[in-house]
């Protein structure tokens, strides 16, 4: 069988959400797919490296099987319409795998491909009116044209039904994984790398000047729709209410609506208090990770939400919004609302007993503030958030998510 694979977003530099996935998903597929012949589609960026060593091919720090190859699509604009098109139209495949949601105008009969989420559908002063247009269409196409539609959350499966109406069976829901931080097993390697986490620790600590400092955590785009605005309001009613001494971390690259929340953090009160990091390395995520005493993440729409299962696999407590994907994520047995608007899920104990993270309503920073106390001022709640998102996030897997995006690719 021969099988293509949509590449183009995965080899970019400072990867983030959907990016990841790519990349993610393309290095798990390796070993589900070596007994085929594989095309990886990919543009030409100047951070993009190829060498071959004894008939291996490598593709910046990723080695490929001897079945696979590559090839550089070098449209400058329009790749995935005119250049992949024209590909397609040359050299067609028996199976088509897009990972990110845009399906080209000619496509294999077999095409897969892969929705992350209608956020600009329930954020729409996150994007403008062209943006959310050119999504739409986009995806409806793309929905249109594939076979097989994998989504990321039953919740954004039930969106593309609702809003898209397109039908339930050609749907299939596989959840993202994510990139767990690897412990050391040896007492010697324990050591050593506790000796090394420590140096580095202090080095992250220095050069963001947060070091003697507890803190609050926030990792991922600083836009509108990731909520940064109550994230900010929701801190400083925890300095005026509960006087604590954390200060807010907020780790990112800048997004839709920055400008505003740069104006916010300028004018507030505790803006001292309030670290912006920019883009993170991977290094420096998982040693803010492992040091937060709590990390924040009510954002207003998420297709599934991958920093969530990050902070819980290192042992950090979660507040986490109560709409969209979210509690899927956290709690395995969701239940999901009918009706109008983002369904959330019900059927949680008093206070949120079933779920990994307290989940709060994003739209109030009262909300947002409360919970988050609740796990600064109580251990015990603290250490049981902790345990059960440590056992949650046994659930997810990237190796997992290629296995089942494998057996549909070879269906």
């Not at 007492?187 to 947060?210: A, P, R, V, W």
């Not at 990731?226 to 997004?255: C, D, Q, R």
Request: hydrophobic content about 40%; some cysteine.
């Amino acid at each position: 069988m021969k099988i293509g694979i949509d590449g183009s977003r995965a080899f970019i530099e400072n990867r983030t959400g959907i990016e990841e996935y790519s990349y993610q998903v393309i290095k798990n597929l390796r070993d589900k797919l070596k007994d085929h012949q594989v095309v990886l589609y990919v543009k030409k960026t100047y951070n993009l490296q190829l060498t071959t060593y004894n008939g291996v091919v490598k593709i910046n720090d990723l080695e490929l099987p001897k079945s696979w190859r590559i090839k550089v699509i070098k449209f400058p604009r329009f790749w995935t319409q005119l250049g992949l098109s024209l590909e397609m139209l040359l050299h067609p495949v028996d199976v088509l795998f897009v990972p990110a949601h845009t399906v080209p105008v000619v496509h294999s009969k077999n095409t897969v491909v892969v929705i992350h989420g209608l956020e600009y559908e329930f954020c729409k002063k996150s994007y403008s009116w062209w943006d959310r247009v050119y999504m739409r269409g986009t995806i409806k196409k793309s929905c249109q044209w594939a076979k097989t539609i994998i989504s990321v959350s039953e919740n954004t499966k039930l969106d593309l039904v609702r809003l898209y109406n397109v039908k339930e069976d050609k749907v299939r829901v596989i959840y993202e994984g994510y990139d767990n931080f690897q412990f050391p097993i040896s007492n010697f390697e324990s050591n050593q790398n506790e000796k090394i986490s420590k140096i580095k620790t202090l080095e992250i600590y220095s050069k963001f000047k947060i070091q003697n400092s507890k803190f609050l955590l926030f990792i991922g785009r600083i836009e509108e729709r990731k909520n940064i605005s109550n994230i900010i309001k929701a801190f400083e009613i925890l300095k005026e209410k509960y006087n604590i001494s954390h200060k807010l971390v907020l780790a990112g690259k800048p997004g839709h609506g920055y400008e505003n929340i740069k104006l916010q953090i300028t004018n507030s009160k505790y803006k001292e208090d309030i670290a912006e990091l920019g883009f993170i390395s991977e290094e420096e995520k998982w040693e803010l990770l492992k040091k937060a005493d709590v990390f924040v993440f009510p954002t207003l729409y998420e297709g599934f939400g991958i920093p969530v299962l990050e902070a819980q696999s290192v042992g950090c407590a979660v507040v986490a919004s109560d709409n969209s994907s979210v509690p899927e994520i956290v709690h395995s047995k969701h239940l999901l609302s009918p009706g109008e608007g983002a369904p959330i899920a019900i059927g949680a104990d008093e206070g949120g007993e079933q779920y990994s993270a307290l989940l709060v309503n994003p739209q109030d920073p009262q909300d947002i503030a409360e919970n988050i106390f609740k796990l600064i001022s109580d251990e015990s709640l603290k250490n049981a958030i902790i345990q059960k998102g440590l056992e949650n996030v046994k659930r997810f897997s990237w190796d997992k998510c290629a296995r089942e995006i494998a057996e549909v690719l070879l269906k």
